[in-house]
């Protein structure tokens, strides 16, 4: 079985030793992303955990598209928040996002956790599992 590193310039870079994604088989795994602004590479709305929602999931869906697959094919998507206040204006973004890129309504999984993130700004993070036709 193959193993193919995605990368694309839609989305922010890594910042530390870890690809955008990984695809192996039919399995894409995304690797957890912020709120970035991938074409000036800074965080971007601070204190807004819904604008950063939004931004993080349209990285997590660049690097679907680049490893061939899209939000329809994602199995599931792991959240991490760094304050249960942030629950609901997160959970109102992924949701607006999720009915407009999955049309039929088959929702993929999720799990939400909170945790420390890596930057004082990130209010949040979220990574993606999604099988790909091979």
């Known amino acids: 079985m193959s193993t193919t590193v995605v990368s694309t310039p839609d989305a922010p870079a890594p910042a530390h030793t870890f690809s955008q ?32 929602t939004l931004r993080t999931l349209e990285n997590v869906r660049a690097i679907l598209e680049a490893g061939g697959a899209s939000v329809a ?40 956790v909170f945790a420390g993130l890596p930057h004082e700004v990130m209010l949040v993070e979220i990574d993606a599992l999604a099988v790909v036709a091979d």
């Open 73 to 112: 094919d994602v199995l599931m998507f792991r959240v991490y928040l760094t304050d249960r206040a942030h629950f609901g204006a997160m959970n109102e973004a992924y949701g607006e996002f999720v009915a407009q890129h999955v049309p039929d309504g088959s929702l993929p999984a999720r799990t939400t």
């Open 21 to 52: 994604a990984i695809r192996k088989g039919g399995l894409l795994q995304v690797s957890g992303q912020g709120p970035m602004d991938p074409a000036t590479a800074t965080y971007i709305a601070p204190g807004d955990v819904k604008a950063q």
